[in-house]
């Protein structure tokens, strides 16, 4: 991955003929090279970010550049340099593997290539498939036919829209492979997923989006810092009825039946010291018979910002009104 | 110019085509030629003949026309339709392909078949009906520009119609009629003189007679005036279809 970008876009928004407002204001820039996660819930604007800049849906006022070129006026060159994988799993059912992979590089203005295709469709375990006609294949199978007519013509820039919904964990593990190959290529990879776990797994940078908004984006490993929690659990011996008054520990919790104590704090607070909490608790009597220590997954960083952004923007409606 | 994508969509169409013989090419080669049974080899031979030609030779252009119009509609609406109905058409738009080079290419693929099946009609009617064309290059030239013509009016309706019925409505309720009623059986100058003016009001007439024109050179309209009239059909179905991708009208949002 470089600093360089690759896609940049500027105030970019998006309103559709219903009125709905998918896009507002986004300013985004993508870096070459790298994985970036677009997280969002349903509705938030992901597919439609893809949708404009893969040429699928008409832009609206703002400014999109893919590889320093305007999606609009050169939108040849760009479109050239992009490969999509769509959510749905759109293919012509009577068609073979092959006839639909090579109409797909054809479109992208590429000449035939046996030996490229037949690499492409082997590391996607397509090769023995190939004359099958398309509605003959698997789900998992669908989807990685979706994905080698996205490879097809060796594009700089791969969108992934969901592109593990509804597979099984074998086919999604053998999709990441392949995503990081990919990556170690030099292909930008855009993914948006429900799997919070997946882009946990495989992104360098996550963006966060929610009602057309960018929320944030961030170095993912910068973002578990900033934002991962972690807790230490511990279990008594006996119940505690309520915490010693001289205990003044931020952070530090009692469960309801008294068995548990539980003190959560920041990764990248200095504060969280293990150590000092242990020793006050000893100080004050307090045993334990065992212990824990657990950090938040993406996923809980995911929920917690985006039901932060919805509380955000309910007061802000609610003092405008 | 994106000449491969041209090439593909083009090859890919025909491919369709070779999977679908029997519908695309057998079946209405089959129903023209019970036309040519029916109507020329037994009803004709009792019919007098018009215009110095055998009623069987006479009904030969406007039946193959009846077959490449309905045909040309069916195969460029069916062509577009399918990608937008299972959802393929997400290649297309984000494919560096103008929308020139898709008319063209489907378009090109539709009226490729049109001309294919209205040659084979041809020869199949020779088998039946004894005819001579006194002008072939103006026939091929008359089949070619009404395919295009009207493969490009099955675009339209391919991107207009929301079900598969929408695609039927046209060239069975429109097209057919209208091909009947435009004299492919007769001489507009055998209707009554009433009847003769609303039938200059049918589109059709023009083709068939074109059409005729260039096989006995005879022909109820003028030959050129047909040649115009096709033309000028021809520029409106651009004029729509500029404008579908213009405003990506059913396309693109």
């Not at chain 2, 090109?108 to 072939?136: C, E, H, N, Q, W």
């Not at chain 2, 026939?139 to 039927?168: N, P, Y």
């Not at chain 2, 007769?186 to 039938?199: G, K």
Request: one cysteine or more; charged letters at 20%; proline letters at 3%.
């Amino acid at each position: 991955m470089t600093d360089e970008s690759i896609i940049s876009i500027s105030n970019l928004s998006k309103r559709y003929p219903s009125g709905f407002q998918a896009l507002d204001n986004i300013n985004l820039t993508i870096k070459r090279g790298e994985i970036f996660a677009l997280l969002g819930p349903n509705g938030a604007g992901k597919t439609s970010l893809i949708s404009i800049l893969c040429g699928l849906v008409n832009p609206g006022p703002g400014e999109l550049k893919v590889g320093g070129l305007d999606v609009i006026k050169d939108y040849r060159a760009v479109r050239k340099m992009i490969g999509l994988v769509p959510q749905e799993i759109a293919i012509s059912m009577f068609e073979t593997v092959w006839a639909t992979v090579n109409l797909t590089r054809g479109l992208y203005g590429k000449k035939p290539d046996d030996a490229y295709l037949e690499k492409l469709l082997r590391s996607l375990s397509l090769w023995e498939k190939k004359d099958n006609k398309l509605m003959t294949l698997s789900g998992g199978m669908k989807r990685r036919v979706l994905i080698a007519k996205a490879l097809s013509h060796q594009p700089q820039i791969l969108f992934l829209d969901e592109p593990t919904a509804g597979v099984d964990v074998e086919l999604r593990r053998d999709m990441w492979k392949m995503i990081r190959e990919l990556r170690n290529d030099g292909v930008t990879i855009i993914l948006t997923t429900h799997y919070i776990e997946e882009a946990e797994d495989m992104a360098d940078r996550v963006g966060v989006i929610n009602k057309g908004r960018i929320v944030l984006v961030e170095e993912k490993a910068e973002l578990m810092k900033k934002l991962g929690k972690r807790q230490l659990v511990l279990e008594l011996p006996a119940p505690l009825m309520s915490l010693p008054e001289g205990i003044q520990i931020e952070g530090l919790t009692l469960s309801r039946d008294g068995n548990k104590l539980t003190y959560s704090y920041d990764t990248h607070n200095s504060s969280g010291d293990i150590g000092q909490v242990i020793r006050t608790l000893y100080e004050h009597g307090i045993e334990f018979r065992d212990l824990h220590t657990s950090q938040s997954s993406l996923e809980d960083i995911f929920v917690s910002l985006v039901s932060a952004n919805d509380a955000h923007t309910a007061t802000a409606t609610g003092e405008l009104q | 110019m994106n000449f491969h994508a041209i090439k593909a969509i083009y090859k890919f169409e025909l491919n369709r085509t070779r999977r679908t013989l029997t519908q695309s090419i057998a079946s209405p080669v089959l129903s023209t030629s019970l036309y040519f049974i029916v109507f020329g080899s037994a009803i004709g031979s009792r019919m007098m003949d018009i215009d110095g030609v055998s009623y069987a030779a006479f009904i030969v252009p406007g039946l193959i026309l009846l077959t490449v119009l309905v045909e040309s509609i069916n195969n460029a609406a069916f062509s577009i339709y399918m990608p937008r109905f299972n959802g393929t058409i997400y290649e297309l738009l984000a494919a560096p392909i103008s929308a020139f080079e898709i008319v063209i290419a489907y378009v090109g693929a539709a009226a490729t078949k049109s001309v294919v099946l209205g040659l084979i009609i041809l020869l199949t009617a020779r088998l039946f009906v004894d005819f001579s064309i006194v002008y072939p290059l103006w026939m091929l030239a008359f089949l070619v520009l009404i395919s295009i013509t009207f493969c490009l009016f099955g675009f339209i309706l391919g991107v207009w119609a929301d079900g598969f019925e929408r695609l039927q409505v046209v060239p069975s309720m429109v097209v057919m009629p209208l091909t009947f009623l435009g004299g492919s059986f007769y001489s507009i100058s055998m209707l009554p003189e009433a009847w003769q003016t609303i039938a200059l009001f049918n589109p059709v007439v023009y083709l068939v007679n074109g059409f005729r024109w260039s096989f006995y050179g005879v022909s109820d309209v003028n030959a050129a005036f047909s040649l115009g009239m096709i033309v000028l059909f021809m520029l409106i179905c651009l004029t729509v279809i500029w404008w579908i991708f213009k405003t990506g009208y059913k396309i693109k949002v």
